[in-house]
T-cell receptor, first 114, second 117 residues
Framework: KAGVTQTPRYLIKTRGQQVTLSCSPI?????VSWYQQTPGQGLQFLFE???????NKGNFPGRFSGRQFSNSRSEMNVSTLELGDSALYLC?????????????FGPGTRLTVT | QQQVKQSPQSLIVQKGGISIINCAYE??????FPWYQQFPGKGPALLIA?????SEKKEGRFTISFNKSAKQFSLHIMDSQPGDSATYFC????????????????FGKGTMLLVSP
């Protein structure tokens, strides 16, 4: 099976702009979670989607949002970018429920805000 | 509030030696404890995981030891190899155990392991 894929891999944006990142989960996985990774804060949970519904949300401002499509693919959006949003954004997919709780990560999107 | 504390931040081990990374958690509701390995430019890869009803789990050269009363767990890498040089993250989660259940991972800060040849 193909792993989790994320596009684009690298992105450079300017403060105040918005950005959309995409994630395609492993085939058959219905849950998609997003994490932000920075050197200072480490890996922090953003939100989790299942069947096009956000089930859980981390402690991030409303500028961070996401959605999931009927094919389980997910996007996350960051509006009004700030310098502190520079990070590696990771997507992880899981079968969910009786299928298992293990989360498998994609390679991430490296976002640089200038 | 850091719910999962990981130590050390960095570790240098000679080839063939044992690498030991420790984690401590606060929330007794955590019921799933995975370890992830991350190489530069890659996403974290699931290495091994344990549930709190088991005190030890071994997969190849990797072993998790779990101490429920102390709220601590550790990763041991036996016969460490230069290819094991990576950043290791412990994590903890609460599994919502329904038909469509899920878990949300709370990560430690990571340990950079360097295995010298």
């Amino acid at each position: 099976k193909a792993g989790v894929t994320q596009t684009p891999r690298y992105l450079i944006k300017t403060r105040g702009q918005q950005v959309t990142l995409s994630c395609s989960p492993i085939s058959g996985h219905r849950s998609v979670s997003w994490y932000q990774q920075t050197p200072g804060q480490g890996l922090q949970f953003l939100f989790e989607y299942f069947s096009e519904t956000q089930r859980n949300k981390g402690n991030f401002p409303g500028r961070f949002s996401g959605r999931q499509f009927s094919n389980s693919r997910s996007e996350m959006n960051v509006s009004t970018l700030e310098l502190g949003d520079s990070a590696l954004y990771l997507c992880a997919s899981s079968q969910s429920g009786t299928g298992g709780y293990e989360q498998y990560f994609g390679p991430g999107t490296r976002l640089t805000v200038t | 509030q850091q719910q999962v504390k990981q130590s050390p931040q960095s570790l240098i081990v000679q080839k063939g030696g044992i690498s030991i990374i420790n984690c401590a958690y606060e929330n007794t509701a955590f019921d799933y404890f995975p370890w992830y390995q991350q190489f530069p430019g890659k996403g974290p890869a699931l290495l091994i995981a344990i549930r709190p009803d088991v005190s030890e789990k071994k997969e190849g050269r990797f072993t998790i030891s779990f101490n429920k009363s102390a709220k601590q767990f550790s990763l041991h890498i036996m016969d460490s190899q230069p290819g094991d040089s990576a950043t290791y993250f412990c994590a903890a989660s609460i599994r919502v155990r329904t038909n469509s259940g899920y878990s949300t991972l709370t990560f430690g800060k990571g340990t950079m392991l360097l295995v010298s040849p």
